[in-house]
């Protein structure tokens, strides 16, 4: 039972590692700890059996010490990855948090951003309308070209202009708080479970939000770029830009976890008292009284006691 629960805990904080490493792929990492918890227990168990035979004592102790051998160095092995790397990237958390928490800072501030900047183009596109309907007897061709139409109520026309730069800006699916689907709410509430997250330290989730956050944030910015494309009649000649938001995160929080590093103290150590946990049932298994030892140093005994 305690090989097999060590096992199962070495193998385990191995997942945990394998998911650092592999930023979240939790069906290789599942893969990998059954793997390596399957060859540590087969190994140390199997050499325990093959102590307490009671036959084939050569043949079987030699594949005893086989097999020790086979799993103290598999133990070597995956000690140095992935278990150590699991301390690696907790010895971290504390700066990897600190970053994550700048990106998603960053994608929230973006939206108050393109609001922002959607207000000054509808600032500025209205204020270049009023001069192109006071100037409209001065330059008829400009008041045109704005698609002022003659006939038409200057007012009537400036509100309907201004209402369709207002929908292009912002169009039905930017933003909708009844039904929380807009890009906005949708990005906002993705936020927020992702800030929530990042309260405290989360081995298993973290890594998602590690890999989303640079994804989404960049699906959102593009999508509002793209929305910002659109023009007025006439806001070319306004040499009007695109969103100019820029996302400026941090140095690559993916490396934290995927870069490996020699196995810190507190690894070694854990990963030592694991050993002896699992080797323990070995170690306290007897030998058969019929094994060639036990004769030797029976006979020996015996001719201590004669001399005496």
Not at 95 to 108: D, G, P, R
Not at 242 to 259: E, S, V
Not at 262 to 272: Q, T
């Amino acid at each position: 039972v305690l090989t097999i629960l060590t096992a199962l805990g070495f193998g385990f904080m191995c997942f945990l590692a394998a998911n650092f490493y592999t930023l979240g792929n939790l069906t290789e990492s599942i893969t990998l700890a059954l793997v390596i918890t399957i060859l540590l227990f087969s190994t140390a168990f199997t050499a325990k059996l093959l102590k307490r035979t009671s036959v084939n004592f050569k043949t079987r102790f030699i594949w005893e010490m086989v097999l020790l051998v086979v799993f103290t160095l598999l133990f070597v092995f995956f000690t140095y990855m992935p278990f150590s790397h699991y301390f690696s990237v907790s010895a971290k958390q504390s700066e990897i948090l600190n970053k994550i928490k700048t990106s998603i800072t960053q994608a929230e501030n973006m939206f108050p951003a393109y609001e922002e900047y959607a207000e000054k183009r509808k600032e500025l596109y209205y204020s270049k309308l009023k001069s192109v309907v006071s100037a409209s007897i001065i330059s008829p061709i400009q008041y045109t070209n704005y698609g002022f139409k003659e006939g038409v109520p200057n007012e009537i026309q400036l509100t309907k202009k201004m209402e369709n730069i207002s929908a292009n800006l912002f169009p039905t699916n930017y933003s909708d708080s009844v039904t929380q689907k807009g890009i906005k709410e949708v990005a906002m509430n993705w936020l927020l479970d992702a800030k929530n997250s990042t309260v405290s330290w989360k081995p298993i989730g973290i890594t998602n939000v590690v890999v989303d956050i640079e994804t989404k944030s960049n699906e959102w910015l593009s999508t509002l770029v793209e929305i910002s494309k659109i023009r007025e009649n006439g806001e070319i000649d306004m040499l009007t830009v695109d969103f100019p938001y820029r996302l400026t995160p941090p140095d690559d929080i993916k490396q934290h976890f995927t870069t490996v590093e020699k196995p810190s103290v507190i690894s070694l150590l854990i990963a030592s008292l694991m050993w002896v946990l699992m080797m323990l049932s070995w170690f306290v298994t007897k030998r058969h009284t019929r094994f060639p030892g036990f004769k030797l140093l029976f006979s020996r005994s015996g001719n201590t006691l004669n001399e005496l």
